[in-house]
């Protein structure tokens, strides 16, 4: 379908909206050939009357569309700024532990066998055997848990001496978890002073159109947003009282009716 | 019990759903910590927080605390007179100095038996 313009009616075509958007949205896809979509179009870049959409950020980015700067914004490039400089390394100690519990097992294991290989001597001494072969194996065996118990030893102190370590990185996770926090406070704020910057604008808008400012339906707040936005690239519209032309005309920005 | 301590907003919200879906092998819950039972089940839920956040989750085994068995006996006496005996703002290396009970630095220093 080859179709231009500023207000382009497609009604007829039985197109499906998410395509379409995703193609509007997608500056690779050349089945729509439009300006490049801001971030503000994925809050307000598709008019339905049961698209999914948070009001708060939606007028947030439609405040940020026009050029408005939140007063938080300084505070959160400060924090931004500290948490990229955190650099936080691993605390990861999986292998330490898995050694220094096989290590463990495997003393466990060796005592055990001393253990039995030293009863067999005695018994087959007892009973006037020979126990010479016996006796050998008891010491190899005897000499593989000195290894063993080394190992362990060793193993044990490396886990002890890595928990020491960790815990110093615990506490840069701990600072940088705070700043995460604060980072999300911040822009949770920026959000809301952004959103209100905007709402009497909106709340007009929607006064306008005829809506209850207090409670309108989703199809018409977001034409309400959409006008105060300042949009580049073209708006989807699937429903709302306009055909394509005065849609275009009342958004001041393209429009792709469906 | 198992003391388990999230490091990030990632393993944080993971440790929330696991305590709200798994109550019954939740001892207490702190804001981004919890204590888990000593049972298989709060074992499992340990060793998948510890799989799914490796890098944000640390796990400790804990263990009630009895004074009369777990501390040295002059430790224990030492706490019990200071708070019973010291006054408001008498800070403790203070209130050891000139006593039979152990100064600050050793008390630091003085490892407890396992």
């Known amino acids: ?258 | 019990m198992l003391l388990v301590v999230t490091y990030s907003r990632a393993a944080r919200t993971t440790l929330r759903n696991v305590c709200r879906a798994h109550e019954e092998s939740v001892v207490r819950r702190f804001g981004r910590a919890a204590l888990l039972a000593a049972t298989g089940h709060g074992a499992f839920l340990a060793c998948r927080l510890r799989e799914r956040h490796p890098d944000a989750v640390q796990v400790e085994r804990t263990a009630p605390f009895n004074e009369f068995t777990d501390a040295p006996d002059e430790v224990r006496e030492a706490a019990v007179a200071y708070e019973r005996e010291a006054t408001k703002h008498t800070p403790y290396a203070r209130f050891a100095t000139g006593t039979d009970h152990p100064d600050p630095d050793r008390l630091r220093d003085r490892p407890l038996d396992a």
């Not at chain 1, 005592?111 to 010491?139: K, N």
């Not at chain 1, 044990?156 to 705070?178: C, N």
Request: with cysteine.
């Open chain 1, 1 to 258: 379908m080859d179709r231009w313009g500023r207000a382009v009616d497609c009604r007829d075509a039985a197109l499906d909206p998410a395509r379409v958007l995703r193609a509007v949205r997608d500056p690779h896809d050349d089945r729509v050939r439009c300006p490049r979509a801001a971030p503000v179009h994925d809050h307000v870049g598709f008019v339905a009357a049961d698209a999914a959409l948070n009001r708060r950020a939606a007028a947030a980015a439609v405040a940020r569309s026009r050029g408005l700067r939140a007063p938080e914004a300084d505070d959160l490039a400060a924090a931004r700024k500290k948490l990229a400089a955190i650099e936080a390394t691993t605390t990861d100690l999986r292998p330490v532990r898995e050694q220094a519990a096989a290590t463990a097992g495997e003393r466990e294991r060796l005592r055990e066998r001393v253990a039995r290989l030293r009863g067999e001597v005695q018994a087959r001494r007892e009973a006037g055997l020979d126990a010479e072969e016996t006796t050998e194996r008891f010491r190899a065996a005897a000499r593989e848990l000195s290894e063993a118990a080394t190992a362990e030893a060793a193993a044990t102190e490396r886990l002890d001496r890595e928990r020491g370590r960790v815990r110093d990185r615990y506490d840069v996770r701990e600072r940088r978890l705070a700043l995460e926090d604060e980072i999300g406070n911040l822009e949770r704020a920026a959000r809301a002073s952004l959103a209100d910057a905007v709402r009497p604008r909106i709340e007009q808008a929607l006064d306008a159109l005829g809506a209850d400012p207090d409670d309108p339906p989703t199809h018409l707040w977001t034409l309400a947003a959409a006008r105060v936005a300042v949009v580049a690239a073209p708006v989807v519209v699937t429903a709302g009282p306009f055909d394509a032309s005065e849609a275009a005309r009342w958004l001041d920005a393209p429009v792709v009716q469906l």
